[in-house]
């Protein structure tokens, strides 16, 4: 049995065969060229030497050389006791404060180190900014120029 051919259509198929239709004829494959290159020989590397062991400034201090009780005070106010923990709060520690007549410390309640400071935290504003070096470390009320002092 031969398949009938109308002009315009695609051919009908035998019993048993399957003829596509002209738009759905597969395209021939395509011949993909494998690239080869090759590697350069790897060369040998002497061992690196130890680095000398040096001790670590005190801006690479962690939070945990921190954490404990301080007495922070404000040039022109009383002195307030702050705890400083390493209880993680996000991306801070938490922190109390006690004892404090000054209204822009008495709110903090988390702390971090950034670029070499102790940064005080009011709600997630900061409220102090204090440097790591030296004792007592000193600083400033954020937004003014009242000096601070923290110490153990």
């Known amino acids: ?13 035998t019993r048993g065969t399957v003829v596509p239709a002209p738009s759905q004829t597969p395209a ?9 290159r090759e590697l350069p020989a790897a060369t040998p ?20 050389s921190f954490v404990g009780n301080w007495t922070i005070k404000p040039a022109n106010g ?6 400083l923990t390493s209880v993680p709060t996000l991306d801070l520690y938490k922190a109390s404060i006690s004892s404090c ?13 950034r670029n070499g400071n102790i940064v005080l935290y009011a709600r997630g504003s900061v409220v ?10 000193k600083g400033m009320l954020e937004g ?4 601070l002092t923290l110490s153990r």
């Open 101 to 113: 007549s000054s209204n822009a410390l008495q709110n903090v309640n988390s702390w971090n180190i």
């Open 28 to 36: 021939p494959p395509q011949r993909l060229e494998a690239q080869t």
């Open 128 to 137: 102090a900014r204090m440097n790591t070096e030296g004792a007592p470390l």
């Open 78 to 83: 009383a002195p307030c006791r702050l705890n």
């Open 144 to 147: 003014s120029s009242i000096p």
């Open 45 to 64: 590397q002497p061992p690196a030497s130890p680095s000398p062991v040096t001790k670590p400034s005190s801006h690479a201090r962690g939070p945990t």
């Open 1 to 13: 049995m031969q398949a009938h051919r109308v002009p315009g259509k695609a051919p009908l198929a």
